[in-house]
């Protein structure tokens, strides 16, 4: 009995499992036999979500075609004279003449006109030594430009076109710029034409670079490329705050460091050129040096100072009895804080004033003046 009733389990537990596994066969095979069995599916609740306003889109477009009128590519032309190597030749049958030969070396920049006249400033290092200059504009039309002056202390030159009419940039404030804001640069980069490039103000005020006499660049990550000198720095408003001057470090695969003269600067210059054909700055021949802090701290400097490490004979530095050594605390009654600082505070004065400089030699401390004369021409 107990042994039937056994059999009869195994069996019933055999056909039940046997069941479930063809059971989960016909569905893995068939699912859609369990769809139709089912009943109509309910619908669901449909989720209502705000639209999502479109992305702001970021462009200077504006400012572009507002300063980019104004930029001008400039080409120059000099002849170039050169010794030619004497053959073996040559020197067998005696020909111990030297020979040389000439060929045309050109170059290219950038330019910005500035008013109705035809006026554009560029780099001084862009014409330097050029025979022929030539410019064109952003409409396609070409001319010859002379030279109106040059200052290489600010790197800067003034160029003349006789075209109408002119597109003219429009002037904005370098002395309001702030790290962070955003600028244009625009020229014309390894003879590419017009090209715009884009970055930030990376820092103002920069001297000592070694670029120029008298430096007070504004830094900016905006590419500058060869041929964008003497091209435009725009604000965002395409307003001109500076003119496009230098690149440093490129040959040891340095980037975004470039450097534009700020138009504050640009104009003091551009209008010395144009009254006077040149700049009229002021002069009275010492040449300083910074003094360092471990020097600060032996002569016990607290609020600044510049070494003179020499000056000109016969100067007016050397008239007012300042001699090499001195330390050089104040001039005109403000606080010197580099060497930069004190020539560009000396060639701001017009030449025929009178100069109050504060000295300390040795531990002693003493006022003179000296008579400013005008700052020397430099090639």
Do not use: C
Not at 201 to 207: E, I
Not at 248 to 257: F, Q
Not at 349 to 360: D, R
């Amino acid at each position: 009995m107990l042994e039937r009733l056994g059999r009869g389990l195994t069996f019933v537990l055999g056909s039940v499992v046997g069941g479930l596994a063809l059971a989960f066969l016909i569905v893995a095979l068939r699912p859609d036999l369990i769809r139709r069995g089912a009943g109509p599916a309910l619908p669901l609740p449909a989720v209502s979500s705000p639209a999502l306003p479109a992305p702001a889109r970021v462009t200077y477009s504006a400012a572009v075609e507002r300063a980019a009128p104004a930029v001008v590519n400039v080409y120059t032309a000099r002849l170039v004279t050169e010794r030619v190597a004497p053959s073996s030749l040559g020197e067998l049958f005696g020909d111990f003449l030297p020979r040389y030969r000439q060929r045309i070396e050109r170059s290219l920049g950038s330019g910005v006109i500035v008013d109705e006249s035809g006026h554009i400033v560029t780099n001084h290092h862009v014409i330097a030594n050029a025979d022929t200059v030539r410019v064109q504009l952003a409409d396609g039309r070409v001319a010859d430009a002379h030279i109106v002056g040059r200052d290489p202390d600010t790197d800067l030159a003034v160029l003349k076109v006789d075209l109408k009419p002119l597109p003219i940039a429009s002037f904005g404030r370098s002395d309001q710029l702030k790290v962070g804001d955003v600028v244009l640069a625009i020229g014309n980069p390894i003879g590419l034409s017009q090209t715009v490039t884009h970055g930030i103000v990376s820092a103002t005020s920069r001297q000592q670079l070694g670029i120029a006499p008298l430096e007070d660049f504004i830094q900016t990550d905006a590419p500058i490329n060869f041929g964008n000198s003497g091209g435009a720095l725009v604000d965002s408003s395409g307003a001109l705050i500076g003119i496009n001057t230098a690149i440093v470090a490129k040959n040891l695969g340095v980037e975004g460091i470039g450097f534009a003269i700020p138009v504050n600067m640009v104009r003091g210059v551009l209008g010395d050129i144009i009254a006077h054909g040149r700049v009229i700055r002021g002069w009275i021949g010492i040449v300083p040096e910074d003094v360092s802090d471990e020097q600060a701290a032996q002569l016990g400097l607290s609020q600044g100072g510049v070494l003179i490490a020499n000056l000109y004979v016969g100067s007016p530095a050397q008239q007012a009895g300042l001699q090499p050594g001195d330390i050089v605390l104040s001039i005109g009654g403000a606080t010197l804080h580099s060497a930069q600082d004190a020539l560009a505070r000396i060639a701001s004065e017009k030449p025929g004033s009178v100069l109050p400089i504060k000295v300390l030699r040795g531990k002693r401390t003493f006022d003179v003046k000296a008579r400013v004369s005008e700052r020397p021409r430099t090639s």
